[in-house]
């Protein structure tokens, strides 16, 4: 195909530098996000774009796929690689201001690579490139949360955030001491009544029996 010779050609000659231009050399992304590739090119000013034929593709390891296909100013789909589907937009209007802007969205790791784009007007015929890096998504670590199925265990043992006593718990404990002092209390009692009882009537002295001559 003529577009793929074409994209042969030394990128930096005159003609190419003349014709179309890349706004951006190089485009850093995250994976799943998104990405707009822009190029420069002369045009007529008549507002007519059937006069505007683009071919555009990505080199990956050497390997062409296309990526974006305008002829005469109409998009043909039909070229372009299945990777790229229902990925890649392009502003209509824009075209006509000599623009060629492309919307990359939900991009993958494997989309890194060379980008370059054919650019043929009635002003003559032109390539650039620009070089897309998409990094691997980073992933957020999760907030950690209170174990909560520890069943009851020591939590300096299972690591889990000790659980607050419930009011009704105090109140139990608190009535359970009381019974307990007051029949501690009431044993004392009985037992320092029995004492003094028993100090104040001793028993009476046994009688001596008299022996018999």
Request: charged share 20%; glycine share 8%.
């Amino acid at each position: 195909m003529i577009y793929s010779i074409l994209l042969l050609i030394p990128l930096t000659s005159c003609v190419s530098g003349s014709v179309v231009n890349v706004t951006q050399s190089s485009y850093q992304a995250e994976e799943n996000h998104n990405v707009t590739l822009e190029w420069t090119f002369k045009t007529r000013t008549d507002g007519s774009i059937k006069s505007i034929n683009i071919y555009c593709e990505m080199l990956n390891d050497l390997t062409p796929f296309i990526l974006f296909h305008l002829h005469e100013g109409v998009e043909v789909s039909e070229s372009q690689n299945k990777r790229f589907a229902g990925r890649v937009q392009f502003d209509k209007d824009v075209l006509r201001e000599g623009r060629l802007r492309l919307h990359m969205s939900r991009l993958r790791t494997d989309d890194s690579g060379l980008y370059v784009c054919d650019v043929l007007t009635v002003y003559g015929e032109g390539s650039r490139k620009c070089l897309l890096n998409v990094t691997a998504e980073r992933v957020q670590p999760k907030p950690e949360t209170p174990n909560t199925t520890s069943g009851g265990k020591d939590p300096s043992t299972t690591g889990s955030p000790s659980q607050p006593v419930s009011p009704g718990l105090i109140v139990l404990y608190c009535a359970v001491g009381l019974v307990v002092v007051m029949v501690v209390g009431t044993l004392l009692g009985v037992c320092y009544y029995l004492r003094r009882k028993h100090s104040m009537n001793p028993p009476p002295p046994e009688e001596q029996v008299p022996m018999n001559p």
